[in-house]
């Protein structure tokens, strides 16, 4: 096994240039444990080296003097934070010993912390005997896309690239639960979903908008529909943008031709692929264009010192503004980790999703713009199966009920207090009325009511609502989804997904509302 050596000088693994970024790492002076419920603690400080806590029924410890010297601490802390973000709390001891035994392995090795040193102990299957824990692969994979998103050095903003080939261990039911190896969660993508529809509505009511934000929301509408790399961005011009079918304002069709990043057999005889923009991406980018001046051959974004930093920074600063006032607020007081993703992360994200949707190794190939097959080959070797699906959509899992992602819905109100529109439709065949109400401006409203209400912003859950009546309506869809999915043998009915999102969005509201009961409003 061909390794790298560190410098004598340098302690802990961490080059010079690493330990200065290190220091230099945004670490929150709590973190919100938004899982626990009534009985658990609410929050960790994130400043002493002994962490306590007690969640689901358990006290936990968590002792950062067990490390060689501060810049492990920090960058422990760093990742154990980002992941209390978004997943349940109690598993941090477990993540906490497996980059520990990272570590102490690389120190014991005299080896640098380098992606080719970490991708080859993960390929090795070596992982294994770090620590007696059966998640240590995915702990590590986690700490490599935090690291990953802070263009961290010897690691890199690509490293999603090396992470998409490595085989996965062969237990590994707990991500079923959990998710944790989902490049970017669902609950985030509707957040950026929602966000990017939102303020196309406000360009065609005539809300102003600054040139920032549209250049900011053209980059985060592209990498969420394209999975463009940072060099395909760069190279665009105005002209790329292309109006299919000229119709009503949103009943046009737009694409864009996105050119290839690199060469190849599947490439040689094409420069650029045209991919279909949806309505509101198309829209953003277009009043950016009008707004700046632009010329049909003008270059579509500005010319920056480095492409990839500029641009995962402004894609992030747009997520953070689409997140909900709660969720900023809490990053802004230093109590919540900030969730950053790369445009590499999005580029997987795309890619998996067209594996999930049956594609073969040549159309995702194509439209991934590869110069070969080999990463579609893996994207679609990585897809669940039907049993996993039935798993995740019908069982009925405390972990799922503890989770709470991001705060994707607005804050609770009463039926008897609310004067504004309320929300109400049919589920399992019945009717549901005042579970909630709307506090969208406009009237119009381009998704299915009551279904799609429980992760949007302009939600506002009534605390005498009956949410439960909701969620048994779900739950019964989805178990007649699930059985005709059985009978006709279709793992891959979109319509399990759709459903089990729902459930989960509904379930997330629930929670939160029996914590609000229970202890007062978060």
Known sequence: MSLNRTNESQPACFSNEQSLLIDKLSLPNEVMLFGSSEFDDKMIKTAPNVWRFRVSGRNHTINFNKLQNKHQIRLIKFVLSKYATSHISSTLPSIFLSLSGLFNWLRANDLAFDSSVIIELLDSGNYIKLVK?????????????????????????????????????????????????????????????????????????????????????????????????????????????????????????????????????????????????????????????????????????????????????LLNAQILKFAPVDYQKLVSEGKSARIKFTLTQFRHNVGHSLAMQGSSADDISFIMGHSSRVVARHYIMATSELARVRLRALGVNATWQNMLYLLAYGSF????????????????????????????????????????????LYFRPFRDGNHEKVLKGIQKEIVLVVKLSDDIGDPRNPVISLLTKIKEDVLTVIKRLDLELNRGAL
């Open 133 to 313: 824990n059966s998640r240590t692969f995915y702990d590590i994979v986690y700490m490599l896309r935090c690291l990953g998103v802070e263009d961290f050095p010897l690691i890199g903003e690509s490293i999603e690239d090396k992470l998409a080939l490595l085989p996965r261990p062969k237990v590994d039911t707990f991500s079923i639960y959990q998710n944790t190896d989902n490049v970017i969660a669902d609950e985030y993508l509707t957040l950026i979903l929602r966000g990017l529809w939102g303020l196309s509505v406000s360009i065609d009511k005539g809300i102003p908008v600054t040139e920032q934000e549209l250049l900011s929301a053209s980059i985060l509408g592209l990498a969420y529909v394209t999975g463009s790399r940072p060099v395909q961005l760069d190279k665009l011009k105005v002209c790329d943008i292309k109006v299919d079918i000229q119709s009503s304002r949103d009943e046009s069709r737009f694409s864009i031709s996105i050119p290839y990043a690199k060469q190849g057999s599947l490439v040689d005889m094409m420069n650029r692929m045209d991919i279909a923009l949806p309505y509101e991406v198309a829209n953003i980018i277009l009043t950016y264009t009008r707004m700046r001046g632009l010329r049909p051959n003008d270059k579509l974004f500005p010319v920056y010192a480095s492409s990839s930093t500029s641009y995962n920074s």
């Open 413 to 456: 109100s009463d039926t008897k207090s609310w004067q504004g529109r309320k929300v109400a439709g049919v589920v399992g065949g019945a009717l549901v009325t005042n579970v909630g109400g709307c506090d969208r401006s406009s009237s119009k409203c381009p998704f299915c009511e009551l279904r799609c209400c429980y992760s949007c």
